[in-house]
């Protein structure tokens, strides 16, 4: 896991919005995902897909960083050993993130909008295991991320459609229909979305 102050704590306009990978995507790793902006500056922007699921289950991790032993693994309650881990995007896919509610705070948490945080360390991945993590937590392996002026373009382009990100549709773990619920939510009919970009 590791710490996060290389990531900018500048409040970008996409700090806190989903982007929705459009119909024309070219970029196979992104089709129909989902993806939270934690950062957007000039200087770049890193996000953290939400609806795809990584290979990895919870218990593997732990396991694996030494947080708790397979025998304590086994004692843990069902809800939090089916703590769901989603592929977070292709950059880093072996360092974790922990989106989450901002009644859980460390030295190494950065708040990355109105009451949501993002803790990379393994102090949380305890907590969460032990019960004193944080009221609302998604955890993904590995991010997705854009140098300056990307993402902007890419937007411009047609390839991602910006929303506001709510809370229920963030944090649930059927991820599955999140892409068609999250348009549902915006009133938009898939069918309609155009697959190139116009132009004036």
Not at 150 to 155: K, M, V
Request: glycine share 10%; hydrophobic share 40%; net charge negative.
């Amino acid at each position: 896991m590791g710490n996060l102050r290389d990531a900018t704590n500048e409040a970008g306009f996409l700090n806190g919005q989903f982007l929705l990978a459009m119909p024309g995507m070219e970029d196979s790793r992104f089709a129909r995902s989902v993806i939270y902006i934690c950062a957007h500056s000039e200087n770049g922007a890193m996000g953290l897909i939400i609806n795809r699921a990584q290979e990895m289950e919870f218990a593997e991790i732990l396991v694996q960083l030494g947080v708790l032993d397979e025998q304590q693994v086994i004692m843990m309650p069902d809800r939090t050993r089916d703590f769901l881990v989603r592929n977070g995007g292709p950059v880093e896919v072996r360092r974790g993130f922990v989106l989450h509610s901002d009644d859980y705070l460390t030295d190494s948490t950065m708040p990355v909008a109105e009451e949501l945080c993002l803790t990379g360390t393994v102090d949380i991945l305890r907590a969460i295991s032990g019960g004193r993590g944080p009221r609302k937590a998604l955890m993904t392996l590995g991010y997705s991320g854009w140098a300056s002026g990307q993402l902007e373009n890419e937007i411009a382009n047609n390839g991602w459609l910006t929303c506001q990100a709510p809370h229920d549709l963030l944090f649930d773990p059927n991820i599955d229909s999140t892409y068609d619920r999250l348009l549902a939510y915006m009133g938009i009919d898939p069918s309609r979305l155009a697959t190139v970009a116009g132009h004036a």
